[in-house]
């Protein structure tokens, strides 16, 4: 049995020898998004920002903390704000168009990224706020006996 038996070699084009081989085969494609959903999630110590296609695959994410703010800063409108411009950038080579909004949580920073998607120059086609809330709360403890 000999070294090369068992291995597949597989053909590689001789017009892509130069270019990388296999690698710079592969065909890259640019998605085309026209309509998108933003989803913010706001809570008191951050806010996080995500676009996603009709289909729920994330085109582009962002959150304050990952902008370079640090504690207590990240839950601030301005933060919220920049965020949000943050986003738009990066989902900008989507061609987005239409923008539902989805605002879930309560902080200080809800207005100001919603108003930071809607000075963006987008669409904005729906605003939903899915904030959870409690219906009953939770069972109270049974009566201490002593």
Same mark, same amino acid.
């Given at each position: 049995?000999? /070294?090369?038996?068992g +291995?597949?070699?597989?053909? +590689?084009?001789?017009?892509?020898?130069?270019?990388?081989?296999v690698e710079?085969?592969?065909?890259i494609s &640019?998605k085309?998004?026209?309509?998108?959903i933003?989803?913010?999630?706001?809570?008191y110590n951050?806010?996080? !920002?995500?676009i %996603?296609?009709?289909?729920? /695959? !994330?085109?582009?994410?962002?959150s304050?903390?990952?902008?370079?703010?640090k504690?207590? &800063?990240?839950s601030?409108p301005? %933060?919220?704000?920049l +965020?949000?411009?943050?986003?738009?950038?990066?989902?900008?080579?989507y061609n987005l168009?239409?923008?539902? *909004? *989805?605002?879930?949580?309560?902080g200080?920073?809800?207005?100001?990224a919603?108003?930071?998607?809607a000075?963006s120059?987008?669409?904005?086609?729906?605003?939903?706020d899915?904030?959870p809330? %409690?219906?009953?709360?939770?069972?109270?403890?049974?009566?201490r006996?002593?």
């Amino acid at each position: 049995m000999s /070294e090369t038996e068992g +291995v597949q070699k597989t053909p +590689v084009d001789p017009a892509l020898a130069g270019k990388g081989g296999v690698e710079a085969a592969k065909k890259i494609s &640019k998605k085309q998004v026209i309509n998108g959903i933003a989803h913010i999630s706001v809570s008191y110590n951050n806010t996080i !920002i995500a676009i %996603a296609d009709t289909k729920g /695959e !994330i085109l582009s994410w962002s959150s304050a903390g990952a902008l370079g703010f640090k504690g207590t &800063k990240k839950s601030t409108p301005y %933060a919220a704000n920049l +965020v949000a411009k943050s986003v738009v950038e990066k989902a900008r080579k989507y061609n987005l168009v239409n923008l539902k *909004i *989805i605002v879930k949580g309560v902080g200080p920073g809800r207005e100001s990224a919603v108003r930071g998607l809607a000075g963006s120059g987008l669409n904005i086609t729906g605003l939903m706020d899915k904030t959870p809330t %409690a219906h009953n709360g939770v069972k109270s403890p049974k009566p201490r006996r002593v």
